[in-house]
Nanobody
Framework: QVQLVESGGDSVQAGGSLRLSCAASGFTYTTYCMGWFRQAPGKERERVAVIYTTDGSTYYADSVKGRFTISLDSAKNTLYLQMNSLKPEDTAMYYC?????????????????WGQGTQVTVSS
């Protein structure tokens, strides 16, 4: 079965860096995209970054542009999120997601497989 397993979350000081990883397994098709999402306590889940497997193009939320970088190592079936210049407002549970077969979108509401999440806490 499909599994997405995130790792790399930690507690860091503002200005620090973290790299999140998401190991994917069990897919019998090439996903249209893969993405990172986050959810802070009391807030809705939001899309952070997406990479499209068709051409490698990327999307970033305005709040993380220039600080976060999404990448995909297809040989290792692993998605990454390099997070630099972290801010307290980046504190959240971070989730990896990939759309189900025949789903061609990576949004919060699209039909996705989700990982269990990894916690990122940034202190000021």
């Amino acid at each position: 079965q499909v599994q997405l397993v995130e790792s790399g979350g930690d507690s860091v000081q503002a200005g620090g860096s973290l790299r999140l990883s998401c190991a994917a397994s069990g897919f019998t098709y090439t996903t249209y995209c893969m993405g990172w999402f986050r959810q802070a306590p009391g807030k809705e889940r939001e899309r952070v970054a997406v990479i499209y497997t068709t051409d490698g193009s990327t999307y970033y939320a305005d709040s993380v542009k220039g600080r976060f970088t999404i990448s995909l190592d297809s040989a290792k079936n692993t998605l990454y999120l390099q997070m630099n210049s972290l801010k307290p407002e980046d504190t959240a549970m971070y989730y990896c997601a990939a759309p189900a077969k025949y789903t061609f979108a990576c949004t919060v509401s699209s039909r996705n497989y989700w990982g269990q999440g990894t916690q990122v806490t940034v202190s000021s």
